[in-house]
């Protein structure tokens, strides 16, 4: 395994698809910077993406997402809807 591919695999890639005006996109903004302040040694990329644009709209199909917000980890659908703060630290601190 490369240096460049060990390297990578530290940073755990967070996409959030959102919509304007969603109550439950803005909680879930608040949720991950809260962990990003809480957990600054957590290497996160974080990736907020308009639902309705060609890239949200072809991640949402990909994962299946029905609901705002999405929040995909990874490159694998972690949750739609509203984001559950003690489930999503749960998940991100045991990866």
């Keep these: 395994m490369s240096c460049y591919n060990t390297f990578k695999n530290l940073i755990m890639v967070i996409k959030l698809l959102t919509a304007e005006g969603c109550s439950d996109c803005e909680n879930a903004k608040q949720i991950i910077n809260e962990i990003k302040n809480k957990f600054p040694y957590l290497k996160l990329q974080?990736?907020?993406?308009?639902i309705t644009s060609l890239k949200g709209l072809e991640l949402a199909v990909e994962h299946?997402?029905?609901s705002n917000p999405g929040i995909i980890i990874n490159e694998k659908l972690?949750?739609?809807?509203?984001?559950?703060?003690?489930?999503f630290f749960d998940k991100i601190l045991a990866l």
């Design 64 to 66: 299946s997402v029905m």
């Design 46 to 50: 974080i990736e907020e993406i308009d």
């Design 78 to 87: 972690f949750s739609t809807g509203h984001l559950d703060r003690d489930k």
